[in-house]
T-cell receptor, first 111, second 118 residues
Framework: DAKTTQPTSMDCAEGRAANLPCNHS???????VYWYRQIHSQGPQYIIH???NNETNEMASLIITEDRKSSTLILPHATLRDTAVYYC????????????FGPGTRLSVLP | DTEVTQTPKHLVMGMTNKKSLKCEQH?????MYWYKQKAKKPPELMFV???????INESVPSRFSPECPNSSLLNLHLHALQPEDSALYLC?????????????????FGDGTRLSIL
């Protein structure tokens, strides 16, 4: 499995962009990068995923470096409801969709 | 709101009880998963079902018995659990089977069953 490294915690002011980094230097060419978040007492919520190109949806943007060794999840206008643990996951191609969750980043959005 | 429904939301049981956790999805997904999550830890995979057949068992003790009666339902039967089995049990589903190497489809999770063993 390609391993990921994320900061343990981050703070962000409400209304500002939250930029969450993830390092995945051993990623293989056919592995996707997925982002999930987990708000307290809920199940993980899918945010976005990508392979090579940058991606954007209604929740966030995913920026993947050209060498694919790192990525950044961007929440453009963070709200208090975005306070959660954010997981960056690189999917192991051999086992398909068997996600291995790391410790994640605890994002606190402050008023 | 999630598209994967888990019941019950909370369950308290003694070590000699037999109970079942239920998971249901109506998205037409053919892969379903059970994860276990201890407090302040990330989820850990337990079982994977692909087309109603068990494809992966991550060395889970036999006191946990999964069952997939049809493509929409996934059960986890519990018997003789230990206090250390207290955790949040999460169900997920995805559009492609685990054997599909090229799949990029994400998993969709339910909100889990919080299990406490007395």
């Amino acid at each position: 499995d390609a391993k990921t490294t994320q900061p343990t915690s981050m703070d962000c002011a409400e209304g500002r962009a939250a930029n969450l980094p993830c390092n995945h230097s051993t990623i293989s060419g056919n592995e996707y990068v997925y982002w999930y978040r987990q708000i307290h007492s809920q199940g993980p919520q899918y945010i976005i995923h990508g392979l090579k190109n940058n991606e954007t949806n209604e929740m966030a943007s995913l920026i993947i470096t050209e060498d694919r060794k790192s990525s950044t999840l961007i929440l453009p206008h963070a709200t208090l409801r975005d306070t959660a643990v954010y997981y960056c996951i690189v999917r192991v191609a051999l086992y398909g969709q068997n996600f291995v969750f790391g410790p994640g980043t605890r994002l606190s959005v402050l008023p | 709101d999630t598209e994967v429904t888990q019941t019950p939301k909370h369950l308290v049981m003694g070590m000699t009880n037999k109970k079942s956790l239920k998971c249901e999805q109506h998205m037409g997904h053919r892969a379903m998963y059970w994860y276990k999550q201890k407090a302040k830890k990330p989820p850990e995979l337990m079982f994977v079902y692909s087309y109603e057949k068990l494809s992966i068992n991550e060395s889970v003790p036999s006191r946990f018995s999964p069952e997939c009666p049809n493509s929409s339902l996934l059960n986890l039967h519990l018997h003789a659990l230990q206090p250390e089995d207290s955790a949040l049990y999460l169900c997920a589903s995805s559009q492609r089977s685990p054997s599909s190497v090229s799949s990029g489809q994400p998993q969709h999770f339910g909100d889990g069953t919080r299990l406490s063993i007395l």
